[in-house]
């Protein structure tokens, strides 16, 4: 094997290493910062950003439309000032919404949820309390709400709820965890009488996050070692299951929570992340509420409302009663379109399933690789710079359509920052590589490649440019001419690789006796050349001299036995007493030189 194709395969060997070492670098730099929290918690921000631009651009251009069959009687600001003008109090009476269960029903209807708690019982009209309750156990499609908190029970006594508001719930995934999050020691319960009947009883339990927008809600609460299921998705999976309510539910080995036929997404967290049809009171047909309380009261202007297997929310939109959040998609959005908003991606079934972590780890793995790959293989900056932006336009891009079409939440915020990161280190390692091959080759155009001294090419070019500083600061310097005596005898005597050790070892002898600033130069043959820049004759001779000591007390081994001794003959000429120009201060050397050999060698010539 050639020593080109030696080079060429440590090249390429260390091109390999180079890629791994860039990818590794990457790679762990990116764990380090997954265990800084204050980090984390800035990639999830700006995650949950790009999410919610990413909804907020879907709810405007794509075919997903909510559902026709999801009303909402509202308690809106209209409504609100109704009820205080004629009732003169809020709460009002629990018999209001007695009489809208009642008006409801007559369209069978096929639920009708209450997104409100109906906490403690009204000293001042129980009768009213007995009634809701009642009307609400006549009918099974009626559904109301509790809380959970870790309030002390030095406030509130917690309390033991039926086991028929239970479910059963087997979780087959290690990643979910149910009760961290969603884990409650106290119970805000509602009326005795709706707990105790068979009136349909969830949590309405939600989380935010740190930006104080909701963009995932729970699917179960757990209390007294027992799981409650949400309100929305009691309802939501009583429906999809033919109206008979699931008792038991299981989480599989992949994160889906499996409701009858249906299969849901869940987060490590045991939430389910919404998908949102459009911004509030525009999604969801709304019914004032006052509207068809003046309907049930009889008044004719009011259009006839049509409830007829329609899913009823009832729940305050006005904004002084203070049930308004903050979702992806709009920073004031009622409650009730929230649970909505559930309700609608149950039936679809169109949650968004946040993409697995070790999706995520290939997807930046291979980014990584594209991205140093496309920068240590292009000539231009400009294409490199224009192919990485592109590609992560590109990721981008897909990214939306996939969370259109596939509703899968593939992360872009860490990504991006790795496209940008692997980049930038890229670029830095490929110059770095490139200033290494430079430099080697650079020292293949100006080196010997037998003795590694400055070859003669570099010497004519460094006594020129000596010359030039010299006679501009009006300094001097030497020249030095070697020749190696006897040589010819070493490569017919011993043979040439012999002979290439002298070479060797005279030149070795020369770099261990010249200073750092001296150019040591191989200058034809046997023949070497020492250039010492502000350097006298008479401290060149003596220089010289030295090497010339040195030289012939180091012997060489030629065989296992037998060892012999090297000497040389040397000539020194000065600028500016030699000579002005190259030749002049060579040819003067040159006749020092041939003096010593004409004169016994293993000398310094005069």
């Given at each position: 094997?050639s020593?080109?194709d030696?080079?060429?395969?440590?090249?390429?060997?260390?091109?390999?290493?180079?890629?791994?070492?860039?990818?590794?670098?990457?790679?762990?730099?990116?764990?380090?910062?997954?265990?800084?929290s204050?980090?984390?918690?800035?990639?999830?921000?700006?995650?949950?950003k790009?999410f919610?631009?990413?909804?907020?651009?879907?709810?405007?251009h794509?075919?997903?439309?909510p559902s026709?069959?999801?009303?909402?009687?509202?308690?809106?600001?209209?409504?609100y000032?109704?009820i205080l003008?004629?009732?003169?109090?809020?709460?009002?009476?629990?018999?209001?919404?007695?009489n809208?269960?009642?008006?409801?029903?007559?369209?069978k209807?096929?639920?009708v949820?209450?997104?409100?708690?109906?906490?403690?019982s009204?000293?001042?009209?129980?009768?009213a309390?007995?009634?809701?309750?009642s009307?609400?156990?006549?009918?099974n499609?009626i559904?109301?709400?509790?809380n959970?908190?870790?309030?002390?029970?030095?406030?509130?006594?917690?309390?033991?709820?039926?086991?028929?508001?239970?479910?059963?719930?087997?979780?087959?995934?290690?990643?979910?965890d149910?009760?961290?999050?969603?884990?409650?020691?106290?119970?805000?319960?509602?009326?005795?009488?709706?707990?105790?009947?068979?009136?349909?009883?969830?949590?309405?339990?939600?989380?935010?996050?740190?930006?104080?927008?909701?963009?995932q809600?729970p699917?179960?609460?757990?209390?007294n070692?027992?799981?409650?299921?949400h309100?929305?998705?009691?309802?939501?999976?009583?429906?999809?299951?033919?109206?008979i309510?699931?008792?038991?539910?299981?989480?599989?080995?992949?994160?889906n929570?499996?409701?009858g036929?249906s299969?849901?997404?869940?987060?490590?967290?045991g939430?389910?992340?919404?998908?949102?049809?459009?911004?509030?009171?525009r999604?969801?047909?709304?019914?004032?509420?006052?509207?068809l309380?003046?309907?049930?009261?009889?008044?004719k202007s009011?259009?006839?409302?049509?409830?007829?297997?329609?899913?009823v929310?009832?729940?305050?939109?006005?904004?002084s009663?203070?049930?308004?959040?903050s979702?992806p998609i709009?920073?004031?959005?009622?409650?009730?379109?929230?649970?909505?908003t559930?309700?609608n991606?149950?039936?679809?079934n169109?949650?968004?399933k946040?993409s697995?972590?070790?999706?995520?780890?290939?997807?930046?793995?291979?980014?990584v690789?594209?991205?140093?790959?496309?920068?240590?293989?292009s000539?231009?900056?400009?294409?490199?710079?224009?192919?990485?932006?592109?590609?992560?336009a590109a990721?981008y891009?897909?990214?939306?359509?996939?969370?259109?079409?596939?509703?899968?939440?593939?992360?872009?915020?860490v990504?991006?920052?790795?496209?940008?990161?692997?980049?930038?280190?890229?670029?830095?390692a490929?110059?770095?590589?490139?200033?290494?091959?430079?430099?080697?080759?650079?020292?293949l155009?100006?080196?010997?490649?037998?003795?590694?001294?400055?070859?003669?090419?570099?010497?004519?070019?460094?006594?020129?440019?000596?010359?030039d500083?010299?006679?501009?600061?009006?300094?001097e310097?030497?020249?030095i001419?070697?020749?190696?005596?006897?040589f010819?005898?070493?490569?017919?005597?011993?043979?040439?690789?012999?002979?290439?050790?002298?070479?060797?070892?005279?030149?070795q002898?020369?770099?261990?006796?010249?200073?750092?600033?001296?150019y040591?130069?191989?200058?034809?043959?046997?023949?070497?050349?020492?250039?010492?820049?502000?350097?006298s004759?008479?401290?060149?001779?003596?220089?010289?001299?030295?090497i010339?000591?040195e030289?012939?007390?180091?012997p060489?081994?030629?065989?296992?036995?037998?060892?012999?001794?090297?000497?040389?003959?040397?000539?020194?000429?000065?600028?500016p007493?030699?000579g002005?120009?190259p030749?002049?201060?060579?040819?003067?050397?040159?006749?020092?030189?041939?003096?010593a050999k004409?004169?016994?060698?293993?000398?310094?010539?005069?």
């Open positions: 094997m020593d080109n030696n080079k060429l395969k440590k090249d390429q060997i260390f091109n390999i290493i180079a890629y791994f070492l860039i990818t590794a670098s990457i790679l762990f730099s990116i764990l380090l910062l997954a265990n800084n204050m980090i984390v918690n800035f990639f999830n921000d700006s995650e949950n790009s919610d631009y990413r909804q907020s651009l879907l709810v405007k794509r075919h997903l439309k026709s069959d999801i009303v909402i009687v509202a308690i809106d600001d209209g409504s000032e109704y003008d004629k009732y003169g109090e809020w709460p009002i009476s629990r018999s209001v919404y007695a809208i269960i009642e008006r409801i029903e007559q369209d209807p096929k639920a949820i209450f997104d409100l708690m109906f906490v403690k009204f000293k001042t009209n129980p009768a309390d007995s009634l809701l309750s009307t609400m156990n006549k009918y499609n559904y109301t709400a509790i959970f908190d870790n309030q002390s029970a030095d406030v509130r006594i917690p309390v033991s709820l039926p086991d028929r508001l239970a479910v059963k719930l087997e979780n087959n995934s290690k990643n979910v149910l009760e961290g999050n969603f884990g409650f020691s106290n119970c805000r319960t509602i009326l005795d009488s709706i707990i105790n009947s068979n009136t349909k009883v969830g949590m309405i339990n939600i989380s935010r996050s740190q930006d104080g927008i909701i963009r809600v699917v179960f609460a757990h209390y070692g027992k799981y409650y299921p309100m929305t998705l009691l309802a939501g999976t009583t429906l999809l299951n033919n109206g309510s699931l008792s038991e539910y299981k989480i599989d080995s992949h994160s929570l499996i409701a036929e299969k849901i997404p869940l987060t490590n967290t939430e389910v992340v919404l998908n949102w049809y459009g911004a509030s009171m999604t969801y047909k709304n019914i004032p509420f006052h509207k309380i003046k309907s049930i009261n009889g008044d009011i259009e006839k409302y049509n409830f007829n297997n329609k899913i929310f009832i729940g305050t939109t006005a904004s009663l203070f049930d308004t959040k979702v709009d920073k004031i959005y009622p409650g009730v379109e929230l649970h909505a559930y309700m991606n149950l039936l679809d169109s949650f968004i946040k697995a972590n070790s999706t995520n780890a290939v997807i930046i793995f291979l980014l690789l594209t991205v140093s790959f496309i920068v240590f293989k000539s231009s900056a400009i294409f490199a710079t224009t192919s990485t932006v592109l590609l992560a990721y891009l897909s990214a939306y359509y996939v969370m259109s079409l596939y509703n899968i939440w593939i992360e872009v915020v990504p991006l920052f790795v496209i940008l990161i692997t980049f930038a280190i890229s670029y830095l490929k110059y770095l590589l490139k200033s290494r091959d430079f430099e080697h080759q650079y020292k155009a100006t080196t010997d490649g037998l003795t590694e001294l400055y070859n003669h090419r570099y010497f004519q070019d460094t006594l020129k440019k000596q010359i500083t010299s006679r501009r600061y009006e300094q310097f030497s020249l001419i070697i020749d190696i005596d006897f010819k005898k070493f490569n017919d005597t011993y043979g040439h690789q012999v002979g290439d050790a002298v070479l060797r070892t005279v030149a002898i020369l770099k261990k006796n010249t200073r750092a600033t001296d040591v130069c191989r200058y034809g043959g046997e023949e070497m050349s020492i250039i010492l820049p502000q350097t004759k008479n401290e060149a001779t003596i220089h010289a001299q030295r010339c000591e030289v012939a007390k180091t060489l081994k030629v065989s296992n036995n037998t060892e012999c001794n090297i000497t040389i003959s040397l000539g020194v000429s000065s600028f007493q030699d002005e120009t030749q002049k201060i060579i040819e003067c050397a040159d006749k020092a030189l041939y003096y004409e004169h016994g060698r293993n000398q310094v010539g005069k």
